[in-house]
């Protein structure tokens, strides 16, 4: 891993969900990755956008791309899965001059469209590696059980995406199971969540949530890991909505990886936002230490069972 990134956090990270910009930062911090923060960055134009103006569209996301051209870099990373999707579009739509053309007339400083666009996730498993991340890791999450959640839009399309398979990704597979996690199998880590439906159709943000908790469950998670601020909050904070709605009673906690980054070096808890997860993180990380106090227990017994074994064969 060699350079400078520069570094986009979207709206979100500074708002609802401020524990995934707090954790991210951490971890990149504590893997040595060379950031900067874009100055006088500006919303990439989120969900809506697009639905208004294309090339407007377009354009909110240019200016931030504009502004790493300026600050000299090529590359920018970004937590948000909506802000990349909506960079890389962005990028890829320019590849046509015409657009291109129409983009910067809407801009103070004109798009070179010359950066390189990367989720953070992509420079942890491409750029620094598995093996830094195994090195970092000082307590290993050992018994932890998780289902991977990599929602709808980080790997599709995946002719603009380019990272990861779009129907089975594994990247978040191979940093959970690097911390010493137990990764769990889970066929629908990129069916939707309902994502913004929340505030018009409730019901459908029910239906499609309450089945991804349900096969998380099933399927004998601890908790649900997650990449995307609006997945997170549809199965985190709404999840006592869906146990209303449908009779359940899930206690499932929702991370974002970079929390269980941080956990697993060893980071102050701080600096992870855990207190701001509306399901107790605990109930996973205590069924974690139970599992594991489980394993001693009976690897003990077994060893003291074999010295035992021994021992009578020897007096015989």
Request: charged fraction near 25%.
């Amino acid at each position: 891993m060699t350079g400078t990134y520069a570094y986009y956090p979207g709206c979100s990270g500074l708002g609802t969900s401020r524990e995934y910009e707090q954790s991210t930062r951490a971890v990149c911090a504590a893997l040595g990755i060379d950031f900067r923060d874009i100055p006088d960055w500006s919303c990439c134009g989120s969900t809506p956008a697009h639905t208004v103006d294309h090339v407007f569209s377009a354009a909110l996301s240019a200016r931030n791309l504009s502004l790493v051209e300026e600050m000299g870099l090529d590359r920018v990373m970004t937590p948000c899965p909506s802000c990349l999707t909506n960079l890389k579009v962005a990028a890829h739509r320019m590849g046509d001059e015409e657009f291109r053309s129409g983009v910067n007339k809407l801009l103070d400083r004109a798009c070179g469209n010359t950066v390189s666009i990367l989720s953070v996730l992509q420079v942890l498993v491409e750029d620094v590696g598995l093996d830094a991340i195994r090195n970092k890791v000082s307590k290993p999450l050992h018994g932890l059980k998780i289902a991977p959640y990599y929602g709808c839009i980080m790997n599709r399309p995946p002719e603009i995406m380019d990272f990861d398979d779009p129907e089975n990704p594994t990247a978040m597979d191979t940093v959970l199971e690097a911390l010493g996690a137990e990764v769990v199998p889970f066929p629908l880590k990129v069916e939707c969540c309902g994502a913004s439906y929340a505030v018009a159709r409730r019901d459908i943000v029910m239906q499609l949530s309450g089945k991804l908790l349900d096969l998380a469950q099933d399927n004998g998670a601890d908790a649900v890991a997650t990449a995307c601020p609006l997945c997170q909050m549809n199965l985190d904070l709404r999840q006592g909505q869906i146990n209303s709605a449908q009779g359940r009673n899930f206690q499932m906690p929702v991370f974002y990886y970079t929390q269980l980054m941080g956990l697993a070096f060893s980071l102050d808890r701080s600096d992870l936002g855990l207190s701001r997860l509306n399901v107790d993180p605990e109930i996973a990380l205590q069924r974690a230490e139970e599992r594991n106090r489980e394993r001693e227990r009976l690897r003990a017994e077994k060893k003291k069972g074999g010295k035992q074994a021994d021992s009578e064969a020897s007096a015989a």
